[in-house]
């Protein structure tokens, strides 16, 4: 099989700016990404989506998707999340995207979602590191029985700013005794994550606050290296 | 009672300050190493190259294998009744739900040889729950899950090693060393051969699923995104399809080849900066301006390779050549190379000198030789290279960051969302 040819990049519309009263609305346009001209292959996919084409023909195109679209593809995708079958190959086009749109579609479907697609929203919130996303995951985690709960513990984990950081120390100081254990690892990553942006200080807090929460085991065992690593050097 | 993920997640606490359970079944076998000093190990998913790899951890006297786990009621059989004619008992317990296996403390390490699918994942999961982790290549789907899956290991300081024995048999290693040690002068070029690079995105037609207790199909596609059951993925026909082969099949071969030239080049801490694709051979470029070249080989002799055999690889110095390939046999440009003698002849398939030293290390707490870092890299430079001949054009990537440089649709496929509950 021979590569693709090259895909063809999306392109600024060359449009003269003429005059301020058709400057604002355009730069408003623009920080909205709707100026930039449709990106064929987004067309195309799009156009699937809206189709009545089988399955596997919108699979493919969410996940083409996932490679290349932009804010304009975000409504298509959202719309997909709760599906049975799509709502994973959906996920996977917001998740990828850098746009803010696509974060904030992933954080408008929590409410909305049960389950399975549920679990797979707050992953990918926490795939995307969305800090805005951590008040709501603090609501789910403090629903006793909530069956996003451990999911959202995670992402928190995976966000790991000091908001995050912060939610996690209260589940591991005071939360849920089912839960503190799923909070002990995803304090790991936030630890990894927090050092690495410079807020050591909080990271320790949260490897010593583990350390207090669990039982001896692979997370206990795990904070105690990170924080004999870190007095080491 | 089966576990589910959550409640394997919510219930490990418990699980870990649990009393140790040596089973009575493992007392008094071999004779040679007492059961406490026994590792014991349980399996997920090992089909055909499973077994194989099965095979070595049952020949080592120190080495108890107690329960296998497997979405397939007859694989999990077949492998049930092997261990229990090795051991000539009937102990080995088995089971379609690997919490079960990474929820038992008795259990040391895991061997995982499930499809490419579910390496990570599984792996990741056997980390947290505190088990040393054997895992078939290639071991990662993606860029990303090459970083978490190492970044775990790491985290929980856990011995890893990835299935690619080949650092492991003789003749790979001897290539290897003398381009190590200068007898090849200075390395300038290395070779990995490689697969028909292929990505499919079609889906075989539905078939009728078969029952949960013989084949649970929604946990065989595990972090893989949903398609209806066809009784060909089961049966180890899913290579080739992107959503369960990462790489563009890439890796599939260059788990091993890359791997071994990323080694030959004294590369093991880094990666290459630039990959072009030009058909099905793809030219990358290490920082200090060493070649990559990744080309077709194949099961019936594809490509230009003077070592006989299956994954060959070739590194070239200033000063001369060498050739390794799965014959055991290495190919040199000059006999004076081979004064000091040639490496033992040894399948390059042999995972039994690999699994030893896994074994080792584990008693040791020391690296092995396929160990999670190594793992990482060589995998990464599998994925981007697969990336590159994706997009068809020169890509620049980072070795630092592990980031593709300017260009926002490479990164975007250096990851792919996992079906849910599935994440590490």
């Not at chain 1, 513990?153 to 966000?159: E, F, Q, S, T």
């Not at chain 2, 349980?42 to 951890?57: C, H, N, Q, T």
């Not at chain 2, 102990?91 to 995982?112: P, S």
């Not at chain 2, 209806?228 to 089961?234: A, G, L, N, S, T």
Request: hydrophobic share 45%; charged share 25%; proline share 6%.
């Amino acid at each position: 099989m021979q590569p693709r040819p090259p895909r063809p990049l999306a392109r600024l519309n060359p449009t003269p700016m003429k005059s301020l009263r058709f400057l604002l609305p355009c730069l408003l346009l623009a920080l909205a990404g709707c100026v930039t001209a449709p990106d064929p292959r987004e067309s195309a996919a799009l156009a699937v989506l809206k189709s009545d084409a089988g399955l596997r023909e919108k699979a493919l195109a969410c996940q083409q998707l996932a490679d290349f679209a932009g804010p304009a593809a975000v409504p298509a995708l959202a719309s997909l999340l709760a599906h049975e079958q799509l709502g994973d190959y959906a996920r996977s086009g917001l998740e990828s995207m850098s746009d803010p749109a696509a974060g904030a579609a992933l954080l408008g479907a929590l409410e909305t979602l049960q389950g399975r697609q549920l679990a797979g929203v707050i992953n990918s919130l926490g795939v995307r590191r969305e800090q805005a996303a951590v008040p709501a995951l603090r609501r789910i985690v403090a629903k006793p029985g909530h069956s996003g709960a451990a999911e959202a513990v995670g992402a928190l984990g995976l966000i790991a700013d000091p908001a995050a950081a912060q939610v996690l120390g209260e589940i591991l100081r005071t939360g849920d005794q089912a839960l503190r254990e799923t909070a002990a690892h995803a304090s790991l990553i936030a630890a990894e994550r927090l050092t690495a942006a410079g807020q050591s200080a909080e990271a320790a807090k949260l490897l010593e606050a583990s350390l207090q929460a669990v039982p001896a085991g692979p997370a206990a065992e795990a904070a105690r290296r990170q924080l004999a690593l870190r007095r080491a050097s | 009672m089966k576990l589910s993920r959550r409640r394997f997640l919510r219930q490990s606490a418990v699980a870990f300050g649990a009393p140790l359970f040596i089973p009575g079944s493992v007392l008094g076998l071999n004779g040679a190493v007492a059961p406490s000093n026994r590792i014991t190990v349980g399996g997920i998913g090992l089909g055909p190259r499973g077994r194989e790899v099965l095979k070595s951890f049952l020949s080592q006297r120190d080495v108890q294998f107690v329960m296998i786990a497997d979405v397939q009621e007859t694989r999990r059989e077949v492998v049930r009744v092997m261990v229990n004619r090795a051991y000539e008992n009937q102990d080995c317990a088995k089971t379609g739900e690997m919490f079960e296996v990474l929820g038992r403390k008795d259990i040391d390490a895991v061997v995982i040889a499930t499809g490419d699918r579910w390496h990570a994942v599984a792996s990741i999961l056997a980390a947290r729950a505190g088990k040393d982790v054997y895992c078939e290549k290639p071991c990662s789907m993606t860029v990303r899950e090459s970083q978490e899956l190492a970044d775990a290991m790491n985290r929980y300081g856990r011995v890893f090693q990835a299935g690619t024995q080949r650092r492991n048999v003789d003749n790979f290693k001897w290539a290897a060393n003398l381009a190590r040690t200068g007898r090849l002068g200075r390395i300038h070029t290395v070779h990995a051969g490689i697969l028909a690079l292929e990505e499919s995105h079609q889906w075989l037609p539905a078939e009728t699923q078969p029952a949960r207790e013989l084949v649970d199909w929604d946990r065989w596609l595990g972090p893989a995104p949903w398609r209806p059951f066809h009784k060909d993925y089961i049966n180890g026909r899913w290579r080739g399809y992107f959503d369960f082969h990462g790489g563009a099949a890439l890796p599939e071969w260059g788990a091993h080849t890359v791997d071994l030239c990323q080694w030959g080049a004294s590369a093991d801490a880094t990666v290459p900066v630039s990959y072009e694709a030009e058909g099905q051979t793809i030219h990358a470029r290490y920082a200090n301006g060493v070649k990559l070249v990744m080309r077709r080989a194949g099961f019936k002799g594809e490509g230009d390779w003077k070592a006989p055999g299956t994954c060959p690889v070739r590194f070239e110095g200033d000063e001369g050549w060498v050739e390794a390939a799965d014959s055991g046999k290495v190919a040199v440009s000059n006999p004076r190379l081979l004064e000091g003698g040639a490496p033992a002849t040894m399948a390059g398939t042999d995972p039994s000198k690999h699994v030893r030293d896994f074994l080792d290390c584990i008693r040791t707490r020391g690296q092995p030789a396929a160990n999670a870092d190594v793992t990482r890299r060589g995998h990464i430079v599998s994925h981007v290279a697969a990336i590159g001949w994706r997009l068809g054009r020169k890509v620049t990537f980072d070795p630092q960051s592990e980031t593709f440089l300017n260009d926002v649709e490479a990164n975007r496929m250096c990851s792919r969302a996992r079906r849910a509950p599935w994440h590490a």
